[in-house]
């Protein structure tokens, strides 16, 4: 005989096939609202890090935390959820989460059948009226989160079973009215409130006279082109509104009376007589009509989610309303619960698992959902920093309804089979079957489930009020503050009084310090003025790139973005951001690296710079005899080479010189392509930006090729194989003699040294000293609605004062002189005052062109071909190659051939 355990499973996985559930089967996405898919590339050259961001960690003792989630080919969510996940990675050492997705389709009988092989993940994501089922089947186990943690979340994501939480989600949807205000205004139709919904009567009344009209197909369109979970979520807050439900919830052990009560009959002859007046579309409604008859003009009114609301906006601009439910006498209702979190009864790693769930339940991840979404955040305080539902936000009216009309699927485990019960009534009677007959059959059915499952464990007693005495229809829901609509104008988004709304995204999502940071300027900005009114979404570093790419093609930029300064042109060039209006001398004493100008206009501007040194002991040196070099007189090629030589046949190092082979990406272009420049030689001519030939395959280049790779044959420095870990660590355990590194790792140094540590300026192989430039910037999208406010908050934000803070929290260099004189680190006799005069004097940008991006690949590749071994000729002989042929591809990226300005050999440093 099976165990109960395993009857329960064969049971709930029997019922899995048959049913589609929440937001499954023929029922619309609940998130098709607009996002940009992602994915990415990443800069070294970023915050408070001792390594660039696309050096792997190692997790040490990290515990491997299983998670499975059911929205395989949702990108935009899926990157949603990885930035969550990497943020909670790294925001301690001890648990490791990993995701596995699976098609929304298949999820449900994925995780049945795990169940029944007892190999469940430690998380899983569970549709909210699915887990009473999951929960009593014994493969999901109450939470264990922190006290206070689901303070002020929405009743429909917040899933209990038992008196107990299992499951806890990121977001809700709501249902809304949609209509016209010029259409209810012209046909003298009240505009009803949350406080003042229509009656029954007014409803119906209503319904009649748009259809008397002529004007419309029909009045009302409720959706009958969807089928499966969307009866239940969608149609059932109606019956109940009448008084009915489909299950009794006081007991949870019968149907009768509730589906089939008066009330119930009730509902289901109103529910039919929608359909023989004409008032809806029937059963057979097509699909197309549906997506785009309300849009369309052939229907008067739409009962349709938030997911469909900002089309609408497009569509109709103020004059949509969404409109609250009406009251049908037991208060006016929305279905509720979406997907949650929770925790497998097979998890090896609880403790993780329920950190993980209270780490991604923070408000700004919740936000960040529903900016991606287009979803309702699961808290007021959410909404406040998302775009949509923050006050005075399109669709902050579906916030209020999710507060205060949600009304869960019965929170049963009998819901999955009752519910396929509840659609076909349904169907059944909109398509003239009797309506007593069909009610009664539909009692029988799932009454029949309850007696094969012994109740699904209720004995009988009274848990809970019925759906005539919960708080809705007893007016007693408490909206949380500032919930929503209150009057007929708030019935649709207004605005913020004067407040124009200014979107905001960054790269830096899992990055608490600087978003801190950024956050107390955004406060700052936002407190200055009643103009304009700035909110963040925030975007892990390796898919922010192709975010905005996304984006951009959609045409659904936000006002300000940030950019990685060596792909400022190419975004430029791509149409995605337009120039800067600042004040006249607001970037007046700016290192060169910290401003972006594209086609001799500035585009973009940065709060700091990051800068690279030789990073040095006095007491080798001074022991070796090698002079310390200084800005005004840096070693020569000679000198430096004979530094390396002296330095590796002391025998007290495994190499003379760590560069830095274990990172790689952007590091390459960053950290050695300035080596070339000093040369002579450049990635591509920067007085055209037309070819690469006599640039990176020039007598000049292929000089710095030879040495590098005799760097390479000489031992002096570490291979491409170098372990990450001797990077991080080797000059400070004394493997290497020096190491060529950024600031963000100089605090390090400092601190195992002391004052022994120096930072010396790059060598000058006879161009000049040069060391990379050019980090994260901000600057205005070409699609931007407010670029006057976006404009005014960049000036806002490049003030000293912020940049100063910009600095002590994350370690960067200060953009300004002034600004520097403010930082503990960076002041007059501050431990990295040297920086700053690196980046004033030596910084060189990469080649401002829309090329770059391409060409930094083709650069990379070269170089590590060349310190394995490659024939440096050849190597670089195939870079200029390539690069070439993507500019012809691209037209020279609007280059015309004609001198733009000097080249590497001919540029203020190689003239100084």
């Given amino acids: 005989m099976l165990s109960t355990r395993k009857w329960r499973l064969v049971t709930a996985m029997l019922i899995a096939l048959l049913l589609l559930v929440a937001c499954g089967g023929s029922t619309p996405e609940v998130d098709p609202t607009v996002a940009p898919d992602t994915g990415g590339e990443t800069d070294p050259t970023e915050e408070d890090a001792s390594e660039p961001d696309d050096e792997p960690t190692d997790s040490g003792e990290a515990a491997a935390v299983s998670m499975w989630y059911h929205g395989a080919g949702n990108e935009t969510e899926r990157a949603i959820l990885l930035s969550i996940v ?85 977001w809700d949807a709501a249902i809304a009215m949609f209509a016209r205000r010029s259409v209810l205004e012209a046909n003298d139709i009240r505009i009803p409130t949350l406080d003042n ?161 209270a780490h991604a339940i923070q408000d700004e991840f919740l936000a960040a959902f529903s900016d991606g979404t287009g979803l309702v955040p699961s808290t007021r305080s959410a909404a406040a920093l998302t775009e949509n539902y923050a006050p005075g936000g399109p669709l902050e009216p579906f916030f209020a309804l999710s507060n205060q009309q949600a009304t869960l699927r019965p929170p049963t485990p009998a819901y999955l089979s009752a519910a396929l019960t509840f659609e076909k009534a349904l169907a059944d009677i909109a398509n003239g079957a009797d309506v007593a007959d069909a009610l009664d059959a539909a009692a029988d059915e799932i009454n029949a489930d309850l007696e094969a499952n012994s109740n699904y464990g209720f004995d009988g007693s009274e848990v809970g009020p019925d759906i005539q005495n919960d708080p809705i229809s007893q007016g007693t829901v408490a909206p949380m503050e500032d919930a929503g609509v209150t009057d007929e104008d708030d019935a649709m988004p207004e605005g913020n009084g004067e407040m124009a709304p200014v979107s905001m995204w960054y790269h830096g999502a899992g990055n608490e310090t600087e978003r801190a940071i950024l956050l ?5 900005f936002n407190s200055s003025q009643t103009s304009c009114e ?54 007046d004493g700016f290192l060169a690296g910290a401003l972006g100008e594209w086609n001799g206009e500035l585009y973009s501007v940065g709060l700091w710079d990051a800068a690279i040194a030789m990073f040095a002991r006095r007491s080798v040196l001074e022991a070796n005899d090698i002079r310390i070099p200084t800005l005004d ?70 000089a710095f090729g030879e040495w590098w790779q005799s760097l390479f044959d000489r031992g002096l420095v570490p291979g491409t194989s170098q372990d990450g870990a001797d990077r991080d660590t080797g000059f400070l355990d004394g493997k290497y003699a020096l190491q060529w590194n950024g600031n963000w790792a100089a605090l390090g140094a400092v601190e195992a040294f002391g004052d022994d540590v120096l930072f010396l300026p790059a060598p000058d192989f006879g161009n000049g000293s040069r060391i990379g430039a050019g980090s994260w910037q901000f600057g205005v999208s070409a699609d931007s609605q407010q670029p006057e406010c976006a404009n005014a908050f960049i000036a806002h934000a490049i003030q000293d004062e912020f940049l100063a803070a910009f ?65 440096v000729l050849d190597a670089l002989d195939a870079a200029a190659d390539e690069i070439n042929a993507d500019l012809e591809a691209n037209s020279n990226y609007g280059f015309d051939g004609s001198e733009v300005g000097p080249d590497i050999q001919n540029d203020a440093i190689a003239n100084q």
């Fill in 197 to 357: 919904p229509w009656t029954l009567e007014e409803f119906d009344a209503a319904l009649e006279t748009l259809q008397a009209t002529g004007d419309f197909d029909n009045a009302l369109d409720v959706g009958m082109a969807w089928t499966g979970e969307w009866y239940p979520y969608a149609f059932s807050p109606f019956m109940q509104s009448f008084g009915g439900d489909i299950i009794d919830r006081s007991t949870f052990t019968t149907a009768e009376g509730a589906i089939n009560g008066e009330e119930a009959m009730a509902f289901g002859e109103w529910w039919q007589s929608l359909f023989d007046r004409g008032l809806v579309p029937g059963t057979s409604q097509d699909g197309a009509d549906r997506d785009t008859g309300f849009l369309d003009g052939k229907y008067a009114l739409q009962w349709n989610g938030n997911w469909a609301a900002l089309g609408a906006l497009e569509a109709f601009g103020d004059d949509v309303l969404f409109l609250p439910a009406p009251d049908f006498g037991n208060g006016s209702r929305i279905g509720a619960g979406s997907w949650q979190f929770g925790i497998s009864a097979d998890s090896q790693n609880v403790e993780c698992a329920n950190d993980f769930i």
């Fill in 86 to 170: 990497d943020s909670f990675n790294s925001s301690q050492s001890s648990c490791m989460v990993e995701i596995a997705d699976f098609p929304q389709e298949s999820y449900n009988e994925s995780v049945v059948a795990a169940a029944l092989a007892g190999d469940l993940p430690d998380i899983i994501d569970v549709d909210g009226p699915v887990m009473p089922n999951w929960a009593w089947a014994e493969y999901m186990q109450p939470l264990d989160l922190p006290a206070g943690a689901l303070d002020g979340f929405l009743p429909g994501a917040v899933g209990e079973w038992n008196g107990e939480v299992y499951s806890v989600g990121l």
């Fill in 534 to 587: 700035v909110s963040i979404q925030d975007f892990p570093q390796e898919s922010y790139n192709e975010s905005i790419v996304a984006a951009a093609l959609a045409g659904d930029l936000p006002d300000i973005i940030d950019v990685d300064g060596p792909v400022m042109p190419n975004w430029a060039w791509a149409e995605y951001m337009q120039p800067l209006d600042l004040p006249a001398g607001a970037t």
């Fill in 633 to 702: 007189n840096p070693w020569t090629l000679e000198e430096f080479d004979a530094a390396l030589e002296t330095l590796q046949a002391t025998g007290d190092f495994d190499n003379a010189l760590d560069v830095g082979m274990a990172w790689t990406g952007e590091w390459y272009p960053y950290a050695f392509s300035p080596l070339m420049q000093s040369f002579g030689g450049d990635i591509i001519d920067r007085s055209t930006f037309t070819t690469a030939e006599g640039a990176i395959n020039g007598d000049e280049a292929i």
């Fill in 807 to 871: 600095s002590d929290g994350t370690g960067l260099v200060p953009s300004t002189r002034s600004a520097a004189a403010l930082t503990e680190n960076y002041a007059e006799g501050g431990p990295l005052e040297v920086f700053f005069a690196l980046s004033d004097e030596q910084a060189t940008l990469r080649p401002p062109t829309p090329a770059y991006l391409s060409a930094a690949l083709t650069f990379e590749k070269a170089l590590a071909d060349i310190a394995n071994g490659a024939d």
């Fill in 520 to 524: 107390s300027i955004v406060d700052s």
